[in-house]
């Protein structure tokens, strides 16, 4: 049976062609002799661009059936992983939120990378880490190992990776140089300077310079790829960093010169239809536009004045969210039940708990849009308005002309509604405007910032609320998290610690799931195991024997194990349920839920 490896000449530098593929593939039993000469005969037809594709990309291309695992097929990352095996290199999955762009790209030049197909993934003292889609090939090695003076590693990557970010990394790497060189021309303003003057509007650098546009189009371009939630800016001393939030993580992106950050956050600024020249003020923008994919894809913007500059989050709000279905969203049929007999009833009120980033607003997003039919009229009142969504009536809290929530419910109950949405309930007076709204016949919703469901009960009556009117209006309440669900395509079976799932369902003690899983890795999930979230929900609907116990001093133990002995599940409980269906792990249960409370 034939290797690769056999291929290699001492002294030779001819790349593997595609007939060194097919011939050892063949060899190894993967493909048949009619696809080996189907795949030549093609490649020599030249058709489109085939002829300019790597080797391994044209049989990637052609879904050519693999014979060594039955019903899958040769694609560019099997390929590439067997080219590694073969040639005795580790292989390397180019992940840009894992590289270090402004380190790598100084170690060569993007010419001498191109011409050698080649691209610099790592660097320390002692070596240089490079990717190759031709490991055979090795006469740039000598020339490399002089110039840097350092030790050369090999690796092998896949090839349509390494064409796509050497072109992306050094466009990006050329940006940020260009726009430094442009900003310290401009700006002689030193980085202590900068401390001091924050604010100062003298020497501004110029954000629609072409290397910023480009800089900040590749900002939003690997958000909307990586799945980013939210994009963090922050200036520091020296530099400035870009973070993404993927699945509830922060990941440091790439580091910015002080300068190129200003010019970025101005840019962003300019985009969001914020004011460039204030600074010492935060302030909201918002903007919309476009992921690879064509779909709309809207931004919240938000700046903060900090030491050493302004830091900018971006929020991305996906529209899909809206589309989605409770199933989609966690819900187990037992949930779905008890939260649709809640937002069924003609008057009162439901409240969603939970910290920021739980998932709150899309829940009630995709209440009002299964409630919002042509018969109803839906109001919301939000601080800021997260999603715009023609089927509801939207309005936005603004504090500098004094319409804050309560002013605003005010004034939407001579709008005629049917259904309100109040963003948050954070003062009395918000909390009384609720209470008005459910007792003259609207249901409304909201949402407020507790631990578990039964503390919501507590805190309505901290905030200065008649238990008496609780008990007229609540109909219920729903505290969630959002947990990280595990890759399906990696994840894999684990026998579950005895003690650890103790852990997760005291006092119930629910017996040892079956089918529990474990994260493993793979290029879907970037290698760490999870890809998306869920949530997981505590439900107390307001019964008759939760009523009886609410009063100026509630018990909230005893509120607890009432609700608990009517079959309130807690939100680790929920866990533990997602844990035995092999949707995620205790240990992201018990990272972001609250410990059970004795029932």
Not at 214 to 228: G, K, T
């Amino acid at each position: 049976m034939k290797s690769l490896a056999d291929l290699a000449i001492p002294g030779s530098d001819r790349p593997l062609d595609l007939g060194d593929f097919l011939n050892v593939l063949l060899s190894q039993g993967r493909i048949a002799s009619e696809t080996l000469d189907h795949l030549v005969t093609l490649r020599r037809s030249g058709v489109g661009d085939t002829a300019k594709l790597h080797p391994l990309e044209f049989i990637a291309a052609q879904d050519v059936e693999d014979l060594a695992r039955p019903g899958k097929k040769l694609d560019l990352d099997t390929l590439s992983r067997w080219l590694a095996v073969e040639t005795g290199q580790p292989y390397f999955r180019v992940d840009p939120l894992k590289i270090n762009v402004t380190a790598v790209t100084p170690l060569m030049s993007f010419a001498f990378a191109q011409r050698h197909k080649i691209l610099a993934v790592d660097v320390n003292e002692r070596e240089a880490t490079i990717a190759s889609a031709q490991p055979l090939v090795s006469g740039w090695e000598d020339n490399l190992r002089h110039v840097l003076r350092r030790d050369i590693k090999r690796v092998v990557t896949n090839p349509a990776d390494l064409q796509r970010y050497t072109v992306e990394f050094y466009r990006l790497a050329r940006s940020v140089t260009g726009a430094n060189a442009t900003d310290q021309k401009q700006s002689g303003v030193g980085n202590f300077e900068q401390l001091l003057n924050l604010g100062s509007m003298s020497q501004e650098p110029d954000a629609n310079d072409a290397h910023v546009v480009n800089i900040v189009d590749w900002l939003f371009q690997y958000a909307f790829e990586q799945r980013a939630s939210d994009i963090h800016v922050e200036p520091r001393r020296e530099t400035g960093s870009v973070r993404l939030r993927i699945d509830g993580v922060l990941h440091t992106v790439y580091q910015f010169p002080l300068q190129v950050t200003v010019a970025v956050v101005s840019r962003l600024k300019t985009l969001g239809r914020m004011n460039v020249a204030e600074k010492r003020k935060p302030q909201d923008g918002r903007v919309k536009t476009k992921s690879p994919k064509g779909n709309e894809v809207e931004l919240r913007l938000s700046t903060l004045p900090t030491a050493f500059g302004e830091k900018m989050v971006m929020r991305i709000f996906d529209p899909d969210v809206l589309l989605r279905s409770f199933d989609q969203l966690g819900f187990s049929s037992e949930d779905q039940r008890r939260w649709q007999n809640m937002v069924a009833q003609p008057n009162g009120i439901v409240l969603v708990t939970g910290p920021t980033g739980s998932g709150k607003t899309t829940t009630l997003y995709t209440t009002l849009k299964q409630l919002a039919t042509p018969e109803v009229n839906v109001c919301t009142v939000e601080d800021p308005i997260e999603m715009v969504e023609d089927s509801f009536n939207q309005m936005q809290v603004q504090h500098n002309i004094e319409l804050n929530f309560a002013s605003a419910v005010r004034a939407l109950m001579r709008q005629d509604p049917d259904i309100i949405m109040i963003g948050e309930i954070r003062d009395l007076e918000t909390a009384e405007m609720a209470i008005q709204a459910a007792l003259t016949g609207h249901l409304v919703l909201s949402t407020l910032h507790t631990n578990d469901a039964p503390s919501a009960v507590s805190r309505l009556i901290e905030l200065g609320v008649p238990a008496y009117l609780i008990k007229a209006t609540v109909l219920g309440v729903m505290a969630q998290r959002l947990v990280r669900t595990l890759c399906p395509h990696c994840k894999a079976p684990v026998q579950i610690d005895e003690d650890g799932w103790s852990d997760l369902t005291r006092p119930w003690n629910a017996p040892l799931p079956s089918k529990a899983m474990q994260p493993v890795g793979c290029i879907e999930c970037r290698e760490t195991g999870y890809r998306g979230r869920a949530g997981v929900y505590e439900l107390m609907p307001l019964s008759d024997g939760i009523k009886s116990l609410i009063h100026a001093d509630t018990d909230l133990d005893a509120l607890r194990r009432q609700a608990y002995k009517e079959g309130m599940h807690s939100l680790r409980l929920s866990g533990a349920q997602k844990v035995g269906s092999g949707l995620t792990t205790i240990e992201e249960v018990l990272r972001v839920t609250p410990q059970s409370q004795q029932g």
